[in-house]
């Protein structure tokens, strides 16, 4: 049986939606309001596909 470090393993489950670039706490990236739903989290009726219903997406920053 193999052990993993407490911090991996929530790393590990993570779920990244489809417009983040890293995972949340990544060196380098901050969230960002998510250009599909300007933040609302919804686009219409429905949850946004990009930001998964949060309205924020995790992107890199300083132009790395």
Same mark, same amino acid.
């Given at each position: 049986m193999? /052990?993993?470090p407490?911090?991996?393993?929530? /790393? ?12 949340? !706490?990544?060196?380098?990236? !901050? ?8 933040? /609302? ?10 930001c ?13």
């Amino acid at each position: 049986m193999t /052990s993993t470090p407490k911090d991996q393993a929530g /790393s590990d489950r993570t779920k990244l939606n489809p417009g983040d670039q890293a995972k949340p !706490g990544t060196a380098g990236t !901050g969230e960002n309001v998510c250009p599909e739903c300007k933040g /609302s989290g919804r686009i219409g009726a429905a949850a946004c596909q990009t930001c998964g219903g949060t309205g924020t997406i995790i992107e890199g920053i300083g132009g790395a």
